[in-house]
């Protein structure tokens, strides 16, 4: 652990003195799967980063995309009548990529600012129609939809909004069950749906654990959604992009969105971008007759030139190397695998089987924190997300043999730590 260097640096969703006093891992260099760190270790990147290097690190043909885009134009802004070609360009392709049929698209900074976007276009919407009092927007008590002001108020933990003075940030939300859909239905009934603008979900639970979906949970959410008038949206900040071995998990799970929110995996982090997949309901207003209404929203870097040809180089590389379908062959490959920890002792359930994506979660006398770090002294990186739940979410690039691996690490982690946790009377 090196702490020489970045004291200045205040990072995200950090207890400070910790980081200070445990040091840093720096990564400074990357390639395929593997990371290195700026003391020489090389590391395997189990969890694709933040779920976004979902083509792996260090690619030379991204660095090349980026490289010519950046002697050409750097970029050029989107607001009003200028654009530049890149970003018309990719808003074509994710057009002819969408699974919401004629969309337009918004191409945001990140996935927090798609959620903005989303959540402020739902209820803009709403005021257009006519329709003063549906305000509200409903999401799942497990979820995470990014730390901006409506990210912060509709993701589920209380952490994310306690604290900021009184009130929440974005008052008009309110919280449903993750897993019983009766409890939407009550929501609606509680709150009246005239009073009800959207509902916003993950298909798969992300941070807040790795969830999938009950059978019939997005059916039923549709149905009522449809009766009475609620917009869907669908964050697919974490599964956009081939995580659940389709395009986009609504087409695995048979939501039919009005709104889609992606981010990461559009280039898969080569540079920051997001794009927001948007429904000929709400669009066609915005886009007819000289009384058309304008959706006061957008940032500086609404399609930044280079950023844009990242993602078109991106989504290259993925049709190229066919890595949507590999991730679902790579799906069966990680259940099949983590079949051994579903009865290891420390082990609380095993969530897997909704994508290319998996959550372990431990015992709470197991400290995942601990088991992360000391999988990272053995040079598998993984990470701890909600719930205790260990979070394993490789890059599509990823073997078989090196699956297997990040799989022996953490079962031999786990049972270390376990065998420690076990009362010595038992032993
Ligand atoms: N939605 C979901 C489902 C996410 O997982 C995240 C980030 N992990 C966000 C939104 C926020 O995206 P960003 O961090 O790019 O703002």
């Not at 395997?44 to 083509?55: K, R």
């Not at 994710?94 to 990140?110: Q, V």
Request: proline content about 5%.
């Amino acid at each position: 652990m090196s702490t020489a260097i970045g004291n200045a640096l205040w990072s995200p969703l950090a207890h400070m003195p910790s980081v200070l006093a445990g040091g840093r891992t720096i990564i400074t260099h990357g390639s395929g799967t593997h990371l290195t760190t700026d003391d020489g270790r090389e590391l395997l990147d189990a969890t694709a980063g933040l779920w976004h290097a979902n083509i792996g690190h260090g690619r030379p043909e991204i660095a090349e995309a980026a490289a010519a885009q950046l002697q050409r134009l750097e970029t050029y802004q989107s607001f009003g009548s200028f654009s530049n070609d890149v970003a018309l360009r990719l808003a074509d392709r994710l057009a002819a990529l969408s699974p919401i049929a004629d969309p337009r698209i918004i191409l945001t900074s990140g996935g927090s600012d798609g959620v903005e976007v989303a959540a402020k276009l739902a209820r803009l919407h709403w005021q257009l129609e006519g329709r003063h009092d549906k305000v509200t927007i409903l999401s799942r008590a497990d979820s995470y939809h990014g730390l901006h002001a409506f990210g912060s108020s509709l993701s589920g933990p209380d952490i994310y909004r306690d604290g900021y003075g009184p009130g929440t940030l974005v008052p008009e939300t309110a919280l449903f069950s993750s897993t019983d859909i009766d409890d939407l239905e009550r929501r609606i009934t509680e709150l009246g749906a005239d009073r009800i603008a959207a509902i916003i979900a993950e298909p798969v639970i992300g941070s807040g654990g790795i969830i999938a979906p009950p059978p019939g949970y997005f059916e039923r959410m549709q149905e009522l959604a449809r009766a009475h008038d609620i917009l869907l949206i669908a964050d697919e900040v974490v599964t956009g992009f081939g995580r659940t071995g389709r395009w986009f998990a609504v087409e695995r799970f048979g939501i039919a969105p009005d709104m889609i929110v992606t981010a990461k995996g559009i280039t898969s982090g080569y540079a920051p971008l997001g794009a927001v997949f948007v429904a000929p309901r709400l669009w066609k207003r915005f886009f007819d007759g000289p009384d058309a209404p304008i959706y006061r929203h957008g940032v500086t870097y609404s399609g930044h030139a280079t950023a844009c040809a990242i993602a078109l180089a991106n989504l290259d590389i993925l049709e190229r190397e066919n890595l949507v379908e590999r991730a679902a062959e790579l799906e069966t490959v990680l259940v099949r695998e983590l079949e051994v920890l579903r009865d290891q002792p420390g082990v609380v359930e095993v969530r897997s089987g909704a994508g290319f994506l998996a959550g372990v979660q431990l015992e709470p006398e197991i400290p995942g924190d601990r088991v992360a770090a000391v999988a990272l002294d053995r040079g598998v990186l993984l990470r701890v997300i909600r719930g205790n739940t260990i979070q394993i979410s490789p890059p599509f690039v990823v073997t078989e043999q090196e699956i297997a691996l990040i799989v022996r690490v953490l079962r031999e982690t786990i049972e270390q730590f376990a065998d420690r946790a076990r009362p010595e009377d038992e032993e």
